[in-house]
């Protein structure tokens, strides 16, 4: 791939650096003079993959398009923008990605104005960078994590300069505030509360795409909850790939139990966050999750492994002994608290001994929800240059015997809901059925309901009739 003047591309080495330098915070959105009303009669597209982070940023980049005057379409045929927002995390998500920007080379040949702009976290990577300029001409654009907020210049450019514009930064990063916003819900909102992670888990590629742990500043989250409250929101969710650690980058006064519980006070019927990872998990914290009703009793708690050699060799900094003492407590303080998970099966040289410890917290801890994944190699980590003994083969054998393990858990776990009543907040109707509407409980579990006079919003009494393993099914008991 050859270099061109003006491109900045990604680079491994920068992005794995920390620093002792301070965040820098920006409060202002400027759009450049040339760039102002570039979208007037033009429409944008945009495609998310990956975490809620990721698409938090795709309602950031949504209300930059707005700003400009763009329209958004559902549509991609009628799209005058497209941009992808991707995911790093797996190989997996990559292929997807690539799927799908193959798919619009069509759309490219029919329309040459058409701009195909690819950011987010595999815009970061170098291997997929380079492989994108050499065999993906219909991609115009690309950027990363670091600077949404260019997005007018570097449509302009695009757009009016007939230029193939490449500006991905590698670096620590920096707080940007007050940049619009076009959120996806009417009900429900995603706020960021940090950026990035210096966690550093080995396996893990999220600290070189997204730059150090950044933490907004506690009146910054809080006038947007505010806001929020004030449009009618009814339920949030705190953003951070470890919100437990919340504040430490910034100084000792800051802690998450201390924004939590500010964040209840201001009385948004549902408050959720993600992710917790056991490492920071205070008792504060439960104390707080305990005391406010309109913090919701669910826990995303990533186990990771369930053998502790294997914990340390994934940086986790936690045992087995101490990841099923922390579940105990919580299990203790919150009443009727749901906790769900993620794990990683064949990290290298997990042996049949450590996979089975895996499944022996699973079959302790009884799992509501999890999340499971084959250990998928990320280019820069630690772990991707660990040599690995274990087939895929065996890998599949892993995941396959763990998901069945885990389904019988959160079968049995939601059958036990049947016969009680449960509060549900709307989301809409279901896809297969306009006279069945869905929503989540408070320990967010999804139920499909019967009912009348139903709007997206309400919160509803439901009876629970039925379980599944991923769902309840009811009807709304009329008042
Ligand atoms: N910050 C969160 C995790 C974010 S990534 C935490 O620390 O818990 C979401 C999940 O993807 C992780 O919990 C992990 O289970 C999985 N994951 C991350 N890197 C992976 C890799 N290289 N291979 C397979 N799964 C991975
Ligand atoms: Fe990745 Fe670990 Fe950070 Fe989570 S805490 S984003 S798994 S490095
Ligand atoms: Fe994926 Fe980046 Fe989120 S790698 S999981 S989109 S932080």
Redesign the pocket.
């Known amino acids: 791939m050859k270099q061109k003047a003006g491109w900045i591309l990604p680079n491994l080495k920068e992005a794995q650096k920390r620093t002792k330098k301070e965040t820098e915070r920006i409060n202002s959105y400027i759009i450049p003079e040339n760039a102002r009303f570039i979208g007037i009669n033009h429409s944008y597209f945009i495609s998310t993959y990956g ?1 809620q982070a990721n698409e938090r940023d795709s309602e950031t980049l949504a209300g930059i398009m707005d700003s400009l005057g763009f329209s958004k379409v559902e549509d991609v045929e009628k799209a005058d923008v497209i941009l992808i927002n991707t995911c790093a ?3 997996n998500a990559m292929e997807k990605v690539l799927g799908e920007i193959g798919n619009f080379k069509r759309l490219y040949r029919q329309n040459p104005d058409l701009v195909i702009g690819v950011c987010g976290c595999m815009a970061q990577e170098e291997g997929f960078v380079d492989r994108l300029l050499e065999k993906y001409p219909q991609v115009r654009l690309l950027f990363g994590t670091h600077n949404l907020q260019e997005l007018p210049s570097m449509l302009y450019s695009v757009m009016y300069e007939k230029q193939r514009v490449v500006r991905i930064y590698s670096r620590e990063g920096e707080v940007y505030e007050n940049l619009p916003v076009h959120r996806f819900g009417k009900h429900k909102a995603w706020v960021n509360i940090m950026y990035g ?1 210096d ?1 550093f ?1 080995t ?4 600290p070189y795409t997204r730059g150090k742990q950044r933490s907004r500043y506690m009146d910054e989250i809080l006038a947007e909850v505010r806001e929020l409250k004030e449009q009618g929101y009814k339920e949030i969710t705190l953003l ?3 919100v437990n650690a919340y504040g430490k980058d910034i100084d000792d006064q800051y802690d998450f139990a201390t924004l939590l519980e500010k964040v209840a006070q201001i009385g948004v019927p549902r408050i959720r966050f ?4 056991p490492w920071d998990f205070s008792d504060e914290m439960l104390d707080v999750i305990g005391k406010y009703e309109n913090i919701m009793p669910f826990i ?3 186990l ?1 492994s369930g053998d502790s050699k294997i914990l340390k060799l994934m940086g ?1 900094r936690y045992s087995q002994e101490e990841y099923i003492s922390l579940y105990n407590k919580i299990i203790e303080r919150i009443p009727n608290v749901a906790v769900s ?4 099966v064949g ?1 290298p040289n997990e042996s049949d001994e450590q996979f089975q410890h895996t499944l022996d917290v699973v079959n302790y801890c009884k799992f509501d929800n999890a ?8 280019p820069g ?1 630690p ?2 240059r660990m040599e690995d003994s274990i087939s895929l083969e065996t890998k599949k054998a892993r995941l396959a015997l763990l998901n069945k393990t885990w389904n019988g858990y959160a079968l049995e776990k939601n059958k036990a809901y049947i016969g009680k009543t449960v509060t549900v907040l709307v989301d809409g109707f279901s896809k297969k059925n306009q006279m069945v509407f869905s929503g989540y409980t408070e320990t967010n579990k999804l139920v499909n309901f019967t009912g009348n006079h139903i709007q997206p919003g309400d919160f509803v009494e439901v009876y629970i009739d039925d379980a599944k393993t991923f769902s309840l099914d009811g009807h709304a008991i009329e008042k």
């Not at 993600?274 to 990872?277: G, P």
């Not at 998970?341 to 990683?344: G, M, P, Q």
């Open positions: 975490c995390i797996r190989e992670c966690k888990c396996y893990c590629i999220v951070g790939q470890n993600t992710t917790s990872h995303h708690l990533p990771q986790r998970t993620d794990i990683i990290f999340f499971t994944f084959i250990f998928s190699p990320r980590t772990a991707s």
